[in-house]
C-alpha cells in the first residue's frame, strides 16, 4: 500500500507540470495562428492595393477593428518590418513573397507546437490513467482496512 502513495505522491506534481506544459503549448499554436491571419490579412491587403492606382481611396486599418480613408500616393512601394525595428521599402511582389515566407515558418512552427502537443496530452492521458488505477487502488485497500 505504501508503495501506492508513494507513487501517487510522486505522478501527482508530474501531472500538474505536464498539464502546464500543454496549456503552453496551446498558448503558443493560438499566437501562432494569430500571427498567421495577420500575415495573411496584409498579403489580401497587397493583393487589393496592386490593382489601386494614384489617387485610390482606401480603407486603412489603425488598430481595433477600426479603419481611416486615405488615398494612395505612392503606389509602386510597400514598407515592410523585416524585425529588429528595422523596416524596409519594398516592391508588391517582394514585400507579398517574404511574407508568404514567414506564413511557411509559421506553419512549420505550428505544426511542430501541435505535434508536441499532441505528445503531451497522451502522456497526460497515460499519467492520469495511472492516477486513476493507484486511486482506486488505495480507496480499496482502504475500504478493506476499515472492514477488518
Known amino acids: 500500500m505504501s508503495d501506492d502513495n508513494e507513487a501517487l505522491r510522486r505522478?501527482?506534481?508530474?501531472?500538474?507540470?505536464?498539464?502546464s506544459v500543454a496549456e503552453g503549448?496551446?498558448?503558443?499554436?493560438?499566437?501562432?495562428?494569430?500571427?498567421?491571419s495577420e500575415f495573411h490579412a496584409a498579403?489580401?491587403?497587397?493583393?487589393?492595393?496592386?490593382?489601386?492606382?494614384?489617387?485610390?481611396?482606401?480603407?486603412?486599418?489603425?488598430?481595433?477593428g477600426s479603419f481611416i480613408?486615405?488615398?494612395?500616393?505612392?503606389?509602386?512601394?510597400i514598407v515592410v518590418d523585416v524585425g529588429a525595428n528595422v523596416s524596409l521599402e519594398k516592391s508588391f511582389d517582394e514585400?507579398?513573397?517574404?511574407?508568404?515566407?514567414?506564413?511557411?515558418?509559421?506553419?512549420?512552427?505550428?505544426?511542430?507546437l501541435q505535434a508536441q502537443l499532441q505528445e503531451t496530452e497522451s502522456n497526460l492521458n497515460n499519467m492520469r490513467n495511472q492516477v486513476r488505477e493507484l486511486s482506486q487502488r488505495l480507496q480499496q485497500g482502504n475500504g478493506n482496512v476499515r472492514r477488518a
Open 69 to 77: 480613408k486615405a488615398k494612395v500616393t505612392d503606389y509602386e512601394k
Open 95 to 112: 514585400a507579398y513573397e517574404d511574407l508568404e515566407t514567414h506564413i511557411r515558418e509559421l506553419e512549420k512552427s505550428r505544426t511542430n
Open 11 to 19: 505522478l501527482v506534481p508530474e501531472l500538474q507540470l505536464l498539464e
Open 25 to 36: 503549448l496551446r498558448s503558443r499554436i493560438g499566437l501562432v495562428n494569430a500571427a498567421i
Open 43 to 64: 498579403n489580401s491587403t497587397i493583393d487589393g492595393l496592386k490593382e489601386a492606382t494614384k489617387g485610390t481611396t482606401i480603407l486603412v486599418p489603425i488598430g481595433g
